[in-house]
């Protein structure tokens, strides 16, 4: 009885072992698995911030070719704030004011101020107007997850 006993409990302890290393094993899997996810979700995201990018890009075109553009280099600060609500957001998401560092006069022309800080102008015209020609063709709202928003955090 005592023999049974014994290899009753060898058998019980081989099984446990096998099932550990079998749970390992799909540890490890799904630990790859995630990582795939992850990359790959990380893959989507470029892509579609490219393609939205790229979206812009075409409707500033469109607008540029047709004549239709609303903000021009030229434009000065102070007529982009009136012009919507929101123009100082976009501006401040490429660093053209907002903080203490990137700022900027209301007299400045939008070409000037951009130069001054050092900034690409041809995205910052093709945000603005994309936000103002969204504005007049809309209800005057702008999705805020179209926006480019400022990356400053204040804590206190």
Not at 8 to 32: D, F, P, T, Y
Request: charged share 20%; net charge neutral; proline share 3%.
């Amino acid at each position: 009885m005592e023999y049974l006993a014994l290899a009753l409990g060898l058998v019980g302890i081989l099984m446990a072992w096998s099932a550990n290393r079998k749970n390992k094993a799909l540890n490890e899997r799904i630990a790859q698995t995630n990582s795939r996810v992850y990359t790959l979700r990380r893959e989507i995201q470029e892509k579609q911030e490219q393609a939205a990018q790229e979206i812009m890009a075409l409707k500033f075109e469109l607008l540029k070719l047709k004549g239709d553009l609303k903000v021009t280099p030229q434009t000065r600060i102070g007529e982009l704030a009136l012009m919507h609500p929101q123009a100082m957001q976009v501006l401040a998401g490429f660093h053209l004011g907002g903080c203490a560092s990137c700022g900027i006069d209301e007299r400045q022309s939008l070409a000037e101020a951009a130069a001054v800080n050092g900034r690409e102008l041809e995205p910052i015209l093709v945000a603005l107007n994309n936000l103002v020609g969204e504005s007049a063709n809309g209800n005057g709202q702008v999705a805020p997850d179209r926006l480019r928003a400022p990356n400053v955090q204040l804590h206190f």
